[in-house]
């Protein structure tokens, strides 16, 4: 395929997995990188026109595209999507927002760790985005570009005083991170945050944290690497299920907790 046959194929959602123009697009790193990276600027800049009643998609396959590239230029252009408000981010990503932006985040990391923490901060910003952020390092940790510590260290910053004490999804994916990457050293910390009702315990339970900081941390980190996932790495495989490109209809992905229980007998 050529170029332009390429970008014209993954322009417009079309009912079915391109997987022929992925494919090329994944082979041709280097011719197609400035045009994914443009493909998202331009959905940043007008994304309030894009978002609502568009069938433009390029954006869509451009962050996961360039994410499984780890194209470090994307990092500074994904941080300023995180901004962008809830309706407008749903709009542009559908269920991509909760699956898929975190990874791509953390596959597209330049080193700089501040822009996340600035998102996760800012009460002004969508709660969904800043609890994504929050789940975008646990990813960066999990995969060994920043030490599990420094992670784990930050998160008790937040929760002891770094976000504002107010029942939010920030709190949701503060505690289920923490748990995640298995902090127990915050376990006070956690407890705390029920008391003071600012987690929704259908989200997860503090007996689900009791449950996870019963078994060891090794056990614990395998759970999430296999519930959750790594870094996008194969494009193909992680898009290609998606209910918006099969005419049948698939069961939704379990979000949080429970489906760990179930098959550990815990």
């Known amino acids: 395929m050529e170029l332009a046959e390429i970008l014209n194929e993954l322009e417009r959602y079309r009912g079915y997995y391109p997987e022929e123009a992925v494919e090329e697009a994944l ?45 470090q230029q994307a990092y500074p252009l994904i941080i300023r999507m995180y901004r962008l408000p809830t309706n407008q981010l749903e709009g542009l990503l559908g269920n991509a927002l909760y699956e898929s932006l975190p990874r791509v985040l953390a596959s597209v990391y330049d080193g700089n760790i501040e822009p996340i923490k600035l998102i996760i901060e800012d009460p002004s910003l969508s709660e969904y985005s800043r609890g994504n952020a929050i789940t975008s390092l646990r990813y960066i940790a999990q995969e060994d570009i920043i030490s599990r510590e420094s992670v784990i260290e930050y998160y008790g910053r937040l929760f002891r005083g770094g976000l504002e004490r107010k029942h939010s999804n920030v ?78 209809p698939v069961l939704p992905r379990i979000h949080k907790k429970n489906p760990v229980f179930q098959g550990s007998g815990t």
Not at 35 to 40: E, K, T, V
């Open 27 to 71: 082979r041709r790193q280097n011719e197609i990188t400035p045009h994914l990276l443009r493909a998202i600027e331009i959905a940043v800049d007008k994304a309030e026109l894009i978002a609502f009643g568009s069938k433009y998609y390029l954006h869509f396959f451009a962050i996961h595209i360039i994410a499984s590239f780890r194209e």
């Open 171 to 248: 709190w949701n994916a503060l505690v289920s991170e923490a748990v995640d990457i298995y902090a127990k050293s915050l376990r006070s910390e956690i407890y705390r945050a029920y008391e003071d009702d600012l987690v929704d315990c259908d989200f997860i339970s503090k007996s689900e944290v009791d449950a996870y900081f019963r078994i060891s941390e090794k056990e614990v980190l395998v759970i999430t690497r296999k519930l959750y996932g790594g870094l996008i790495d194969d494009v193909h495989r992680f898009l290609r299920g998606w209910a918006c490109f099969n005419p049948e």
